[in-house]
């Protein structure tokens, strides 16, 4: 466990993130919980400080696959290996250009150093497209600009459309944000809610149609019964 005087001094080195940071990254939370969730030992961290040979750095986004620690025996600082062992993949999100700096300087070589094996930094600087670096860090590689990300070991494809991070999984299924997820299946189910309100006044105007027809055949019915009843008086008259 982390000792006190530890998380104090964690502490003072967090710093506030701004409300566009936080949504960014709570963006890729959501997707990669989702991503994550049919793996019983997996964990996604976020804004933990992983301490590896007497540094530590905090990324936005952590995924251990297995042996992590019960969540609720971490403090603020995930002791590599005595707490358990390094992420497998680590993502950045960088907002601002003195971010993206650190993001493809010093704590690259610190997550090589931890043997991290993905390494995606998501470039999301406010009104401007979303750029992707991304690196095998284990292998001694620098983040370099690409168009697109698979982190092998999450099994995921990422990708950008303008300010929208887009992530899929190994059969192609896209994994939405939860809020988008949410807004989609509400956007569905008016949808169909639609049809079905469509249908149903269909099936009305059916039923009024029908029921007209049926008036009208009712009224031609009344209206020949009456001519053949005069036309059979008359044929009584003619007999007599």
């Given at each position: ?170 059969e192609g299924n896209e994994i ?65």
């Open positions: 466990m982390v000792n006190t005087v530890a998380e104090m001094e964690v502490l003072e080195e967090k710093m506030p993130e701004s409300p566009w940071h936080n949504e960014k990254v709570r963006e890729c939370e959501d997707m990669l919980r989702e991503a994550v969730k049919s793996l019983p030992t997996a964990v996604v961290f976020r804004d933990l400080f992983f301490h590896f040979k007497g540094k530590r750095y905090a990324p936005d986004l952590a995924i251990v696959l297995q042996g992590a620690p019960p969540i609720e025996s971490i403090g603020l600082v995930y002791r590599i290996p005595e707490d358990g062992p390094a992420p497998d993949a680590i993502i950045e999100v960088a907002v601002s250009s003195k971010s993206l700096g650190e993001a493809l300087g010093d704590k690259v070589e610190f997550y090589a150093e931890m043997g991290v094996k993905d390494y995606l930094v998501i470039q999301a600087f406010p009104e401007k497209p979303v750029r992707l670096w991304f690196c095998h860090p284990n292998l001694g590689e620098l983040p370099r600009p690409v168009n697109e990300a698979v982190l092998q070991t999450l099994g995921l494809r990422v990708l950008v459309q303008g300010q929208k991070v887009r992530i899929f999984d190994r939405l944000p939860l809020r988008e997820a949410v807004e989609r299946e509400r956007q569905q189910w008016k949808e169909v809610e639609q049809r079905l309100i469509e249908v149903l006044e269909q099936e009305r105007k059916k039923r009024e149609e029908l029921s007209e027809a049926l008036e009208r055949e009712r009224r031609r019915r009344e209206e020949l019964e009456k001519r053949v009843a005069e036309l059979e008086r008359k044929l009584r008259g003619e007999n007599f």
